[in-house]
Nanobody, 125 residues
Framework: VQLQASGGGLVQAGGSLRLSCAAS????????TGWFRQARGKEREFVAA????????YYADSVKGRFTLSRDNAKNTVYLQMNSLKPEDTAVYYC???????????????????WGQGTQVTVSS
């Protein structure tokens, strides 16, 4: 499977963006699909994920209430709607997938085996 992330850009604080993660080669059907971000000089951190077994969504505390995951099974695409963006949300955002990701691993980037190329999100103050 290959992942294609898109939708990043420059937005003012308080604005919104929607990121897309489209999969090709295989459908999302097991494990988890997640979004991670990496700001300059910082480690990659968990943002949000969906576990396909049960369809539950998981969010980092820093984005709860502002970011929302959704999926379009027909397009094999996962979306990350980002509202009320803050300057501290500025980062390169990556989507990732792992067919063997279990509940305890959802927030661990090392559990994901396939990564998209990343898309830059810049929030100006």
């Amino acid at each position: 499977v290959q992942l294609q992330a898109s939708g990043g850009g420059l937005v003012q604080a308080g604005g919104s963006l929607r990121l897309s993660c489209a999969a090709s080669g295989r459908t999302f059907s097991s494990g988890a699909t997640g979004w991670f971000r990496q700001a300059r000089g910082k480690e990659r951190e968990f943002v949000a994920a969906i576990r396909w077994n049960g369809g539950r969504f998981y969010y980092a505390d820093s984005v709860k209430g502002r970011f929302t995951l959704s999926r379009d099974n027909a397009k094999n695409t996962v979306y990350l709607q980002m509202n009320s963006l803050k300057p501290e949300d500025t980062a390169v955002y990556y989507c990732a997938a792992g067919s063997g990701v279990i509940l305890s691993q959802v927030t661990n980037p090392n559990a994901y085996s396939v990564w998209g190329q990343g898309t830059q999100v810049t929030v100006s103050s």
